[in-house]
């Protein structure tokens, strides 16, 4: 055993679940590298052993992407900054770095990422592999912020990834899946930290749709989120500003996003999933519950939101102009149907890139995400949503749950082809596979 694997360091056994609990995995070794070199050479290891090998974040991707009964990387010792070079506005990172603290650096550098998602828990590299998102009229996901990228091959190579180096394989692996390999660092583009003011405002449901492109065109960032049983929606604007700053007060910061969207968000979900009956009038007092705010801050104090129900999702891509009537449709099921939802339904939305496996590929796009509390019976309403969203030419977040395989998104990815050529030639005994890359990427 070579030093650089002997130092890697190694659970033989254990039980992996993902954060919403819906996945588990029993890899045959869990092991936690603390470089590149670490990671090859557990590759080769796994080889000659005839194992398969998957990397594994924080667990909040909903999907089995990285289950496995092979070795299981885990990311915790992949983690840190390794190097800001402010000339050329970016950061180098390692891929287990947790989102948060990536934000937190970067802040405290006079630096910021130039959108995000709302949750900031994931580790980078899970993140990006997934294509996690925030929303925005011009600026794109966090996988769209990747200038470069390092990658362990299925033949234990290292290999530096940049628009101008390996081009291809960079253009793939910035939303791999963990297909080609395993990334082991990331280089983002950031820019000095800027200040946003966010625009808190409840807005009925048929103002919201009849004004989507309209409040979409004016706002660099817009999302909303509709509470099914009802009428009413909650927005949000982002747009940056010149300040001063005009953060929220402490006090009422743990008033909305802690007690209730959190403390009493947990409670009425608890309680619905014991009386769905009652999930209706939950969801009406519910609607009501959050007041209108604006405020002003750095950009990951106003992207970023804490998430502590736990619940599952499925988010498909849909192209910007069949939104509303996908929504409207969304409403009619959930309003003829005997379903009961208690958690809102967030849409966001993306511009077009140029990312093989992107859900924004090639096409503006607006995201549709349906949610249910952890341990509620969730396939009837996922399986009405998924129906809509497929008839649209939707495409799934690969984080999320969703039924797809690769015969249909070889039909809505006009790059599909493309990926798994490329993961032919890195990987052609599938070192890296599972069953669900078995499922959406073919044998």
Same mark, same amino acid.
């Given at each position: 055993?070579?030093?650089?694997?002997?130092?890697?360091?190694?659970?033989?056994?254990g039980?992996?679940?993902?954060?919403?609990?819906?996945?588990?995995?029993?890899?045959?070794?869990?092991?936690a590298?603390?470089?590149?070199?670490?990671?090859?050479?557990?590759?080769?290891?796994?080889?000659?052993?005839?194992?398969?090998?998957?990397?594994a974040?924080?667990?909040?991707?909903?999907?089995?992407?990285?289950?496995?009964?092979?070795?299981?990387?885990?990311?915790?010792?992949?983690?840190?900054?390794?190097?800001?070079?402010? %000339?050329? =506005? &970016?950061v $180098?990172? @390692?891929? +287990?770095?947790?989102?948060?603290? /990536?934000?937190?650096?970067? !802040?405290g550098?006079?630096?910021?990422?130039?959108?995000?998602?709302d949750?900031?828990?994931?580790?980078?590299?899970? %993140?990006? =592999? &997934?294509? $996690?998102? @925030?929303? +925005?009229?011009?600026?794109?996901? /966090?996988?769209?912020?990747? !200038?470069?990228?390092?990658?362990?091959?299925?033949?234990?190579?290292?290999?530096?990834?940049?628009?101008?180096?390996?081009?291809?394989?960079?253009?793939?692996?910035?939303? +791999?899946?963990?297909?080609?390999?395993?990334?082991?660092?990331l280089t983002?583009?950031?820019?000095?930290?800027?200040?946003l003011?966010?625009?808190?405002?409840p807005?009925?449901?048929d103002?919201?749709?009849?004004?989507?492109?309209?409040?979409?065109?004016?706002?660099e960032?817009?999302?909303?989120?509709?509470?099914?049983?009802?009428?009413?929606?909650?927005?949000?604007?982002?747009?940056?500003?010149?300040?001063?700053?005009?953060?929220l007060?402490?006090?009422?910061?743990?008033?909305?996003?802690?007690f209730?969207?959190?403390?009493?968000?947990?409670?009425?979900?608890?309680?619905?999933?014991?009386?769905?009956?009652?999930?209706?009038?939950?969801?009406?007092?519910?609607?009501?519950?959050?007041?209108?705010?604006?405020?002003?801050?750095?950009?990951?104090?106003?992207?970023?939101s804490?998430?502590?129900?736990?619940?599952?999702?499925?988010?498909?891509?849909?192209?910007?102009?069949a939104?509303?009537?996908?929504?409207?449709?969304?409403?009619?099921?959930?309003?003829?149907s005997?379903?009961?939802?208690s958690?809102?339904?967030?849409?966001?939305?993306?511009?077009?890139?140029?990312?093989?496996?992107?859900?924004?590929?090639?096409?503006?796009?607006?995201?549709?995400?349906?949610?249910m509390?952890?341990?509620?019976?969730?396939?009837?309403?996922?399986?009405?949503?998924?129906?809509?969203?497929?008839?649209?030419?939707?495409?799934?977040?690969?984080?999320?749950?969703?039924?797809?395989?690769?015969?249909?998104?070889?039909?809505?990815?006009?790059?599909?082809?493309?990926?798994?050529?490329?993961?032919?030639?890195l990987?052609?005994?599938r070192?890296?596979?599972?069953?669900?890359?078995?499922?959406?990427?073919?044998?």
């Amino acid at each position: 055993m070579s030093n650089s694997t002997a130092s890697a360091r190694t659970r033989r056994s254990g039980t992996w679940r993902n954060w919403a609990g819906n996945v588990t995995a029993r890899p045959a070794e869990q092991i936690a590298p603390g470089s590149a070199e670490e990671v090859a050479a557990a590759v080769r290891r796994a080889a000659e052993k005839g194992l398969r090998v998957k990397a594994a974040g924080t667990g909040h991707s909903f999907t089995a992407a990285a289950a496995t009964d092979g070795v299981l990387i885990r990311p915790e010792r992949l983690a840190g900054v390794h190097r800001i070079d402010r %000339a050329a =506005g &970016t950061v $180098t990172v @390692g891929a +287990g770095t947790p989102l948060k603290q /990536l934000n937190s650096a970067l !802040a405290g550098e006079g630096l910021s990422l130039t959108n995000m998602g709302d949750i900031m828990e994931q580790t980078v590299s899970g %993140a990006v =592999g &997934t294509g $996690t998102h @925030g929303t +925005g009229r011009e600026s794109g996901s /966090l996988a769209a912020q990747v !200038a470069a990228l390092e990658l362990v091959t299925a033949d234990g190579s290292v290999l530096t990834c940049s628009p101008q180096e390996n081009p291809e394989v960079f253009a793939a692996a910035r939303i +791999g899946l963990g297909a080609l390999g395993v990334v082991t660092s990331l280089t983002f583009e950031v820019e000095p930290v800027f200040l946003l003011t966010a625009r808190e405002e409840p807005m009925g449901f048929d103002r919201v749709t009849a004004s989507f492109d309209e409040l979409w065109a004016e706002n660099e960032h817009f999302e909303f989120y509709w509470f099914p049983h009802t009428g009413n929606c909650n927005t949000k604007r982002n747009n940056r500003s010149p300040g001063p700053p005009r953060p929220l007060g402490r006090a009422g910061a743990w008033f909305e996003d802690e007690f209730l969207s959190n403390g009493v968000f947990e409670v009425a979900n608890r309680l619905g999933r014991a009386v769905p009956s009652a999930v209706p009038a939950i969801a009406r007092v519910s609607s009501r519950a959050l007041s209108p705010r604006t405020y002003t801050d750095i950009p990951y104090k106003v992207f970023t939101s804490p998430r502590r129900v736990r619940f599952v999702e499925m988010e498909y891509a849909l192209p910007r102009e069949a939104v509303v009537d996908a929504l409207r449709e969304l409403r009619s099921v959930v309003d003829r149907s005997g379903l009961r939802i208690s958690f809102p339904v967030e849409v966001r939305t993306a511009p077009a890139d140029d990312i093989p496996l992107s859900t924004a590929c090639g096409r503006d796009s607006a995201y549709i995400a349906v949610h249910m509390f952890r341990g509620t019976p969730y396939r009837a309403y996922f399986t009405a949503a998924e129906r809509i969203f497929t008839a649209y030419g939707g495409r799934p977040h690969w984080g999320k749950i969703h039924t797809r395989d690769a015969e249909y998104l070889d039909g809505v990815y006009p790059r599909f082809g493309e990926f798994r050529e490329l993961r032919n030639r890195l990987d052609p005994e599938r070192r890296f596979h599972n069953d669900y890359l078995r499922r959406i990427l073919g044998g």
